[in-house]
Structure formats: structure tokens, C-alpha cells
């Protein structure tokens, strides 16, 4: 079972995790923010003990993070939008800088929660 790790207070992020569940083939993905006791457990085992500034994906017991993570996210997701894992043949030394201009700007383009997103009672069974 796929997991991704989100910042659980970030606007940008909360949205793209509803994206993901507006878009997805399957219902196969499993979340949790980076912030509950479910997403420490799991930055523990890839061997990280503080918060990242990116998301992160669990699949096939190996830790994908940042440019990596989203576009392993986009193959679970329906036509056209699994096509953005194409991008996966770009470098990630290339694509992650991309991504650290958005991460590290996230807050202040998009806001932030006061506490982290809770899911909605059809959404609980996916949420860790």
C-alpha cells in the first residue's frame, strides 16, 4: 500500500492531496501529514528524524521524496495527468530544482493552516 507524506498545515499541499483523491485510478493511496504520529513512524523508517520541507512517497518499501514522490504519485493517477510521469526520465538533480523554488515559497504563495487537515468521514479510511 502506496503512502504519501504531506505537510499537514501547508494550503498547497492539503490541495494537492485533494487533487490526488478527485483524480486517482484506484482508490490505492494512503495518506498522512508529516506532522501526526503515523508520518513520524514513517520518516523513522526511511531514516529521517525531523519534518522535510517536501512530500514524500512510500511505495515498495523504498522513501521517494520531493520532483521524485509527485511524479510516482502522478502514475496512480487517470489520463492525462499520469502522463506527467514522463518527467521521471529528467534528472532529479533538474527537477528537484523546480520543486525547491515551490516548496520553499509555499507558504507564503499559498498560506497555511493553523492545524492539519482532517479528513472528511468518507476520506478516514484512507488517512493513517
Known amino acids: 500500500m502506496p503512502v504519501v507524506l504531506f505537510d499537514g498545515v501547508c494550503n498547497l499541499c492539503n490541495a494537492s492531496v485533494d ?3 478527485r483524480h486517482e485510478k484506484t482508490a490505492c493511496l494512503r495518506f498522512a501529514a508529516l506532522q501526526s504520529e503515523s508520518g ?3 520518516l523513522q523508517g526511511c531514516g ?3 519534518v522535510p520541507e517536501t512530500i514524500i512517497l512510500l511505495e515498495g518499501g523504498r522513501c521517494y521524496p520531493a520532483s521524485t ?3 510516482r ?3 496512480y493517477l487517470r489520463f492525462p495527468w499520469n502522463l506527467l510521469s514522463v518527467f521521471l526520465l529528467v534528472p532529479p538533480p533538474l527537477r528537484d530544482v523546480v520543486y525547491r523554488q515551490i516548496a520553499g515559497h509555499r507558504y507564503r504563495w ?3 493552516r493553523e492545524t492539519c487537515r482532517m479528513p ?3 476520506e ?3 488517512f493513517l
Open 19 to 21: 487533487f490526488i483523491l
Open 40 to 42: 513520524q513512524s514513517f
Open 48 to 50: 529521517l528524524s525531523a
Open 69 to 71: 514522490a509527485v511524479l
Open 73 to 75: 504519485i502522478a502514475k
Open 110 to 112: 499559498f498560506g497555511r
Open 120 to 122: 472528511s468521514a468518507e
Open 124 to 126: 478516514q479510511e484512507r
